[in-house]
């Protein structure tokens, strides 16, 4: 998720008011702390213009 959040030039308290969470939400996802709700996962992936497996399974994506 850092690195989608990083390309699309947002920083991480960016992304928090996208979603409406604060900021130390995101850090706590994106150290793997946290596990977010479907909801918030389709939420940043709207945002960040990506898919759920994009995001958070991205071997899936080479997989086919």
């Known amino acids: 998720m850092k690195a989608a959040r990083a390309a699309k030039g ?8 996208a ?4 900021r130390q939400t995101v850090v706590a996802i994106e150290k793997g702390d946290y596990n977010p709700t479907v909801r918030l996962c389709v939420e940043i992936c709207r945002v960040l213009g990506t898919t759920l497996d ?10 086919g």
């Open 19 to 22: 979603v409406g969470v604060t």
């Open 54 to 63: 994009g995001l958070f399974w991205p071997e899936n994506e080479t997989k």
């Open 10 to 17: 947002l920083t991480q308290q960016d992304l928090a008011d």
